[in-house]
């Protein structure tokens, strides 16, 4: 199951990374005019801080790295996370891709678009060498998106968007007691729309203008 998951992962990886890598390549203006080049538009870099729903409470602020490579026809976002904590041995690491397109764009932009990310947890809770509780969990998802993207400012936006996706996770457990093991593993489905106040909701904040608002002012 997990295997297929991350099969999915890369080809959500795969679509989004060449058309990435397409505009991120120098052109050759030498062999034309630079008034009759064909130069791609270069990506606006943003950062991402995102929420987990629409209530904006401080618990839910989603740990890790997140970050936006905005083009003028579609945008790729990626979200990395780690977590250790030394008490429990709990260790926690996710990485996740989504490809957006959007339907039309100006100050609000409404989109559409894929997701997929991968998570490991472990943790172990250990009384002694004879006596511990031993957790591990990998999971991953994949599925749609539907949102859409108000800019602020011109450097500043706010994004909310709802899932349509499967997820599934494999849970492994392992005890000891009095030195004596066992060892127990569950896998779990599940699929569905994350609707109210469990969409999405986050920030980005982009390193340069994207230049929508002027444009639209002018017009």
């Avoid at 250790?84 to 039309?104: C, H, K």
């Amino acid at each position: 199951m997990f295997r297929s998951a991350a099969l999915c992962f890369l080809a959500v990886l795969l679509l989004a990374a060449p058309a990435a890598a397409q505009d991120l390549v120098a052109p050759d203006l030498d062999e034309q005019p630079a008034d009759e080049a064909d130069v791609p538009e270069p990506a606006t870099f943003g950062f991402i801080f995102n929420t987990s729903n629409l209530l904006l409470d401080i618990d839910a602020y989603q740990g890790g790295f997140g970050a936006k490579l905005r083009y003028p026809a579609y945008g790729i976002r990626f979200l990395t996370s780690l977590r250790a904590e030394s008490s429990n041995r709990m260790r926690q690491v996710g990485l996740g891709i989504t490809y957006e397109r959007p339907f039309f764009i100006g100050r609000v932009t409404p989109y559409w678009g894929l997701v997929a990310d991968l998570g490991f947890q472990g943790e172990r809770v250990e009384v002694d060498t004879q006596n511990y509780t031993q957790i591990r969990v990998v999971s991953g998802s994949l599925g749609g998106v539907l949102g859409v993207e108000v800019l602020i400012f011109d450097f500043l936006s706010v994004f909310g968007e709802y899932q349509l996706a499967f997820r599934g996770a494999r849970t492994s457990i392992e005890q000891a007691v009095e030195g004596e093991r066992s060892a127990s593993m569950t896998t779990n489905y599940a699929f569905g729309a994350d609707l109210g106040n469990n969409a999405s909701l986050g920030l980005v904040v982009y390193l340069r203008p994207l230049g929508i608002l002027d444009s639209a002012d002018e017009e």
